[in-house]
């Protein structure tokens, strides 16, 4: 009896670990990080980083790219664009999923 209790309490944990693994980009704010990590070169809209001429505008660019294109460039730019100027930039895993959701948004 004392095994299934604690089987059950196992199965619990893990199916809630689970849960909170399916909506990663939940935990991540996201704008922040952008601001912090992105906006220098970047702009989306009238919002544009001191650098913004680098990057380019950011408007759209989830309707020109797909999720598997943003999270390989993302992870690294020239892998997908030959001669890249943008740096390779460290992400947790979240992180990474929020920001490819972030720009499919816009
Ligand atoms: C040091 C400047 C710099 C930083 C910081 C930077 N980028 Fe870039 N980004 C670029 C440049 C330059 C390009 C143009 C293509 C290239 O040369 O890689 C680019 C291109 C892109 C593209 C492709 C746009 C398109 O139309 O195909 C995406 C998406 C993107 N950046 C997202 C991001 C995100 C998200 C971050 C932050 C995590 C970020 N960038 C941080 C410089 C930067």
Redesign the pocket.
């Known amino acids: 009896m004392r095994f299934m209790t604690t089987m059950a309490a196992i199965a619990l944990i893990c199916s809630s670990l689970l849960i909170a693994g399916a909506a990663p980009a939940a935990e991540v704010d996201v704008r922040a990080l952008?601001d912090k990590?992105?906006k220098?070169?970047?702009s989306i809209g009238d919002d544009a980083g001191k650098?913004a001429d680098?990057?380019?505008p950011?408007d759209g660019?989830g309707s020109?790219?797909d999720a598997a294109w943003?999270e390989a460039?993302?992870r690294d730019?020239k892998s997908k664009?030959e001669g890249?100027?943008?740096?390779a930039?460290k992400y947790t895993d979240e992180e990474l999923a929020a920001?490819v959701e972030y720009?499919l948004s816009l």
């Open positions: 952008y990590k992105c220098v070169c970047h650098m680098k990057g380019g950011l660019v020109k790219r943003l460039y993302l730019p664009v890249a100027m943008m740096p930039l920001f720009m």
